[in-house]
């Protein structure tokens, strides 16, 4: 009982991690069909959605870079269609974390953050504020080494 309670919690938080990743990952998400991760018994959807969210932050960072805030928007707008079904994906698949799986609290306190900036980003990417990009896309890549150092093995 309380283990299925946390796997919805966790299905549930993970659904809000990769809402705005759908919105980023457009052309890649085909890509991924070929060479994504998956075990003979059936698929990890969380680490199919990392992958996912691993491309979509290449090119965020490439965005960035060059200071396109128009690039970032574009991914981010050419997204809607393939984020329903992703989200089928991720509520039909067991959530499991790797490590600290425990410590709940902290992996929802550092999602929150990372869908907070990836939000922002979305912003400062609509006004074409550099800084700000650049700001949030150096706050993002800390989310990410944040939470894999502290729950993935
Ligand atoms: C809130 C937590 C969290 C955030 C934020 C997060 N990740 Fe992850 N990520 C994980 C966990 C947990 C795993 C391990 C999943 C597993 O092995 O089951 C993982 C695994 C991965 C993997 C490995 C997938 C594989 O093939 O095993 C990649 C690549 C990845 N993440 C990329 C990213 C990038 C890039 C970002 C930031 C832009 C990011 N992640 C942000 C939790 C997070």
Same mark, same amino acid.
């Given at each position: 009982?309380?283990?299925?309670? #946390? ?5 549930? #938080? ?8 759908? @919105? ?34 290449? !090119? ?5 870079? @060059?200071? +396109?805030?128009?690039?970032?928007? /574009?991914?981010?707008? /050419?997204?809607?269609?393939?984020? !329903?079904?992703?989200? !089928? ?5 067991? #959530?499991? #974390?790797?490590? *600290?799986? +425990?410590?709940? +609290? ?12 990836? !939000? ?7 006004? *074409?504020?550099?800084?700000?990009? @650049? ?19």
């Amino acid at each position: 009982m309380k283990g299925s309670v #946390i796997k919805s919690a966790v299905v549930v #938080i993970v659904s809000c991690l990769l809402m705005p990743v759908f @919105l980023l990952a457009g052309q890649d998400a085909h890509r991924h069909e070929h060479s994504k991760k998956q075990s003979p018994s059936g698929k990890n959807p969380l680490v199919e959605e990392m992958l996912i969210l691993d491309n979509a932050f290449r !090119e965020v960072v490439s965005a960035v870079s @060059l200071g +396109d805030g128009a690039r970032v928007s /574009s991914a981010l707008e /050419s997204m809607h269609g393939t984020m !329903e079904k992703t989200h !089928e994906g991720v509520h039909s698949g067991a #959530i499991k #974390i790797p490590r *600290n799986s +425990d410590r709940l +609290d902290d992996f929802v306190r550092m999602d929150k953050e990372f869908h907070g900036n990836l !939000e922002a980003l979305a912003l400062a990417a609509r006004l *074409n504020d550099q800084q700000a990009m @650049l700001g949030l896309t150096k706050k993002l890549l800390e989310g990410c080494v944040a939470c894999h150092r502290t729950f993935r093995k």
